[in-house]
């Protein structure tokens, strides 16, 4: 189910619809208030929203820009990265730069303090509420963590304290994005497990794996448990193999919910 209106990415959700269709939206010019250096190829561009009704933990925004010789802005889906409490006036998106692309290595270069960029959402049923209160398992590689931290930073607001595991891919320690969050994060709240791999630095001490997500990994993370629901979010590889190996350990494939990016 293609569920972006950007044609060169795709994104599906597998099982149940967790939040309502949004209306459609208009463009605002979203003023950016910092601009957080994430990775070496990534950054964070916190935005200020002139209008927003709120946006659901794994929610995504599209931006606009104009590209020399193109007869209209090109369009990019990028995902909200901060949780929606406690202002959803400002949003974090978190940028990796595609080597080659038109749009992310300009968001990850040119943009500075005080810089507009032209936005419109939030969009997307990549979602979670932790209404149901079941633990969770959250699977991201490479940018594809920006959402999962959403959801991880909306159970902190929150004081969820609902079991979360969340499994993170980079192809070094120092390409992980919100790695000092997440780590602070976890000696603060018992509910919350991150394991990281590295596939590029096999001398990793702060990481657990040192190779790209597969079976046996995710088999050792939940070491005989059955996560209610899971969240995947990465390139497509990443996300069928962690789907597939799922689907063999008994999850239900309802509730394994998918959004595949580069
Ligand atoms: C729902 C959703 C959420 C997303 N969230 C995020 C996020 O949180 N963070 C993030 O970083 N990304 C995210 N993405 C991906 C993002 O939307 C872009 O696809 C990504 O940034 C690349 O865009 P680009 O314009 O830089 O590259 P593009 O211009 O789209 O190019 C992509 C690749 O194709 C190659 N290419 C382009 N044109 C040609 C050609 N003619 N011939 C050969 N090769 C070509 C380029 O060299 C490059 O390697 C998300 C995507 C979706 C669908």
Redesign the pocket.
Known sequence: MT??S?P????ESVGRVRSPRTPPQKWQSAVVLEVIKEAPD?VTLRLQLSETSGFVAGQ?YNVRLDVAGRPRP?Q??????SAPLPDPFVID???????????????VRDFDLGSRLEVRGP??R?TWTGDDREPVLLVGA???V??LMSMVRFASASGLEIPVTLVCSSITYDHAFYREELALLATQHCWLRVVHSVTRDPHETRALYHRRIDATMLSEVLNGTIPPHAYL?GPPAMVETAAAALNEFGVNPERVYS????
Do not use: M, Q, W
């Open positions: 569920l972006s950007n060169d990415s795709s994104t990534a995504y090109i990019r889906s990028y995902s909200v990265g998106l978190g940028i990796k730069e595609t080597p080659g692309g038109l749009i992310s290595p300009r968001l969009t997307g990549f490479g940018s594809g920006v959402p979010c959004e595949k990016y580069d």
